[in-house]
């Protein structure tokens, strides 16, 4: 048990989640994340190893980390990721252990991830047309993420998020057919809004759809109340009053919650994110590469923690994170 309290940042708030992107690359093309022919990722020699992985890890678990989320780009598409996954799942001070993936290669490593220790996954699908869907991700299959979603059924993983973009003029017609697909099938809907990221001059608002009234929307047509779910993300769940299938809303543009924020970001080349609505960073590589200590690292780790920023400011400066969502994985 990690009885050692997570660091405060300078707004008070306790920071015990990271989400670790393990790869910048992926096997899909999502407009809104990496745009069509985006070919310059990171070179893999620029990753860091796992072993540097685990030990920035124990670092912070000595700091107060609790929750780890493993995501990308597609997560699954690194080789060999289970061994840290394993080596990590392996930490008692981690009490939470997930990961979240575009399923298109879960048929075939959903029991493996399992067993090597991953708790909860989050999936990413914004649309059950197949055409439609090839559209949004640049040519993906549909198939293979419903196959996916069925290995990671049959291989024990429960409540499986997913997680829908909602894009005005792409899917917002599909927000009550996902739901009713979601509630079929045992998932739960998480419906996010669009956020300006990587678009350096480019973003238009085109396809922002603001949830607030979708979300009355819902509320009227399935009877829904205010619901809890576990998971420590900035999700704001429903439920249908008299089913208790629940839906959540992640709002950072008409609702943000930065107020409660708890967490922050590592890139798979070792960047610390502080803020996903800020371009505020710490390379931890090269402390790593020079033999920090593990108390060394946690004191660099105390330091950033201090200089998290308040909030985002996607609203005020729409232009201003030049990085793709891929590079740390929302
Ligand atoms: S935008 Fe920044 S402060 Fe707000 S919730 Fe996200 S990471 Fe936290």
Not at 9 to 23: K, M
Not at 29 to 54: D, M, Q, W
Not at 136 to 149: F, P, R, W
Request: glycine share 8%.
């Amino acid at each position: 048990m990690n009885d050692t309290k997570p660091p405060i940042d300078g707004f008070g708030r306790r920071i015990e989640y990271l989400r670790l992107s393990v790869t910048d690359r992926c096997n899909l093309r999502c407009f809104y994340c990496l745009p069509e022919g985006c070919s310059n990722f990171t070179p893999r020699t620029n990753y860091l190893t796992f072993a540097e992985i685990e030990r920035l890890i124990d670092a912070f678990i000595g700091i107060g980390l609790k929750r780890l989320r493993i995501t990308g780009g597609e997560p699954l598409a690194r080789k060999g990721l289970n061994k840290l996954i394993e080596k990590l799942a392996a930490k008692p001070q981690l009490t939470d252990l997930s990961l979240s993936t575009n399923a298109t290669l879960l048929r075939t490593q959903a029991r493996a991830l399992r067993k090597a220790g991953v708790q909860r996954l989050n999936v990413s699908l914004d649309s059950l047309d197949p055409q439609r869907f090839a559209q949004i991700t640049g040519g993906g299959d549909l198939e293979a993420v419903l196959q996916g979603l069925d290995a990671a059924q049959k291989a024990g993983f429960a409540p499986i998020k997913i997680n829908m973009l909602a894009l005005a003029g792409v899917n917002d017609d599909e927000i009550e057919d996902m739901f009713a697909f979601c509630r079929g099938n045992g998932f739960t809907l998480r419906l996010i809004e669009v956020m300006p990221m990587g678009a350096t001059g480019r973003w238009s608002g085109r396809h922002f759809l603001d949830l607030q009234t979708i979300k009355n929307r819902l509320i009227e047509r399935f009877d829904l109340v205010p619901a809890d779910m576990e998971g420590g993300g900035p999700a704001r769940y429903w439920r249908i009053r008299k089913t208790h299938h629940k839906i959540g809303f992640i709002t950072p543009m008409s609702e943000h919650f930065c107020a409660t924020c708890n967490r922050v970001r590592l890139t798979a080349e070792g960047k610390l994110h502080l803020c996903l609505g800020q371009n505020a960073d710490l390379d931890f590589k090269p402390l790593l590469r020079n033999g920090a200590s593990i108390e060394q690292l946690q004191k660099a780790l105390r330091k950033a923690l201090l200089q998290k920023p308040q909030r985002h400011e996607f609203l005020e400066k729409p232009d201003q994170i030049n990085r793709f969502m891929a590079a740390t994985g929302g």
